[in-house]
């Protein structure tokens, strides 16, 4: 496990998010730099509403960012089971969800050996690289487009480039322990379980056992 580096600044916090950053993603940096919250690790925000993804530095500042693809099926909770389906092939409908919440993120391989960044272990969530095949085409597609319904593509997990996972993701987030948070559907407006107080721990937190 790495040694946690220094919490965010107000200033890193502030300062990166000038390009292309949502309110919710602005607001949630600022959280995570007023609090700590992610103990001196590099940290990932998801926003659904985006489809987008941002990976930054322990420090709060920004490494990267870009569009992301997500599960095709809109929910921001963890069907139990999800992970033992995932690896029999028997996915149902309603598993194919990107949950959300705060989790503790972990580098590690899947079952064929490639290696990934685990969000959520027993449940088979994870961000990884857009793998070849015969969709690769059509995934790449939805990428490209600016809007973020065509990004609803995968099975739950956060599927970003290629080029993406291995300059920003792995060099970060694949060599350490890392926390990814992940909006809920609605955003972080008022009436949604994350309203109060910014706080993503209102929704269950996941550690990596």
């Known amino acids: 496990m790495a040694t946690p580096g220094p919490a965010p600044s107000a200033d890193a916090a502030d300062s990166p998010d000038a390009s292309g950053a949502s309110a919710d993603q602005q607001r949630l940096v600022r959280w995570i730099a007023d609090t700590g919250d992610n103990h001196g690790h590099p940290f990932v925000l998801v926003d ?5 993804l941002r990976v930054y530095r322990a420090d ?3 490494a990267g960012a870009t569009t992301v693809l997500l599960g095709r ?3 921001d909770l963890t069907q139990p089971g999800v992970g ?3 690896q029999t092939g028997h996915l149902l409908p309603e598993d194919l969800t990107t949950p959300a919440g705060r989790f503790e993120s972990a580098p590690g391989r899947n079952r064929v050996g490639e290696d990934v ?4 272990h027993a449940a088979a969530l994870a961000i990884h690289r857009l793998r070849p095949g015969a969709s690769q085409a059509e995934r790449l597609r939805r990428l490209a487009s600016v809007t973020p319904e065509d990004n609803r593509a995968s099975a739950g997990c956060m599927v970003v480039p290629v080029s993406f996972y291995l300059k920003v993701v792995q060099p970060l987030l694949g060599q350490q322990d890392g926390v990814v948070y992940i909006l809920p559907e609605r955003g972080m407006g008022e009436g949604t379980q994350w309203a109060d107080n910014l706080s993503p721990t209102h929704l269950p937190a996941v550690a990596l056992k």
Do not use: I
């Open 48 to 52: 659904k509403q985006a489809a987008s």
């Open 60 to 62: 709060g500042s920004l």
């Open 73 to 75: 099926t809109r929910g």
């Open 84 to 86: 033992e389906r995932t």
């Open 117 to 120: 960044v685990w969000v959520d």
